[in-house]
């Protein structure tokens, strides 16, 4: 059964200071690893997608990378609009399996 | 563009009746999914359609809630009988086509969110 296990849980953070949010995933035959943004009272905004060990990828501040066991979020000099809970899936096959998502709250 | 669309954004039902939840996907989106979120939770998978083949129904957490995209594009999840358990808010997502040895991403809608009293 697949399993991924997002932390922390909270993250709070003073706007410029960088960090790191941790995806742990147990995925046989992974064909995905997606990283999604959700605000309150929306649906879960697509961000990254990575697909195999080693890949990285970027959008403004933020960088995803993948290992056979974990993914990570980079979040670099955030910004107080970079506050939301962040929800790491995985899937081998179709459906997404989520972790519990972390959220990060970044004060100005 | 426009993307996943899902209406009602709120119900709140009566313990005991019938909803129907709907949800329109991004134009030309072969794949549908449905999943349910409780509170401070992530999203849990119900269900899954490629056109109007429902190939994934293991996540539906009883024989109340069914299902359906009969034409391949719009799609309805209902429960019969709400419980109060139900209460929740229920995503739809839409992803382009298929392949067999990688996913595509899922664009979510909005969500509906379901209070049973």
């Known amino acids: 059964e697949d399993q991924v296990t997002q932390s922390p849980e909270a993250l709070r953070l003073q706007e410029g200071e960088s960090s790191s949010l941790n995806c742990s995933y147990t995925?046989?035959?992974?064909?995905?690893l997606f990283w999604y943004r959700q605000d309150p009272g929306k649906g879960p905004e697509f961000l990254f997608t990575?697909?195999?060990a080693g890949e990285e990828k970027e959008k403004e501040r933020l960088k995803a990378t993948l290992t056979k066991k974990e993914s990570f979020l980079h979040i670099t000099a955030p910004k107080p609009e970079d506050s939301a809970t962040y929800l790491c899936?995985?899937?081998?096959?179709?459906?997404?399996?989520f972790g519990e998502g972390t959220q990060l709250t970044v004060n100005p | 563009g426009a993307g996943v669309s899902q209406s009602p954004r709120y119900k709140v039902a009566k313990r005991g009746q019938d909803v129907a939840l709907r949800c329109d996907p991004i134009?030309?989106?072969?794949?549908l999914f449905w999943y349910q979120q409780a509170l401070g939770q992530g999203p849990e998978f119900l269900t899954y359609?490629?056109?109007?083949?429902?190939?994934?129904k293991s996540g539906l957490p009883s024989d109340r809630f069914f299902a359906e995209r009969p034409e391949g594009s719009v799609s309805t999840l209902k429960i019969q009988r709400t419980q109060q358990e139900d209460s929740a808010v229920y995503l739809c997502?839409?992803?382009?086509?298929?392949?067999?040895?990688?996913?595509?991403?899922?664009?979510f809608g909005p969500g509906t969110r379901l209070t049973v009293t």
């Open positions: 134009s030309g989106h072969v794949s």
């Open positions: 997502a839409s992803s382009l086509s298929f392949h067999p040895t990688i996913s595509y991403e899922q664009y």
């Open positions: 899936g995985g899937t081998s096959g179709s459906r997404l399996t």
């Open positions: 359609f490629q056109n109007e083949a429902q190939l994934d």
């Open positions: 990575l697909y195999s």
């Open positions: 995925v046989s035959g992974l064909r995905g």
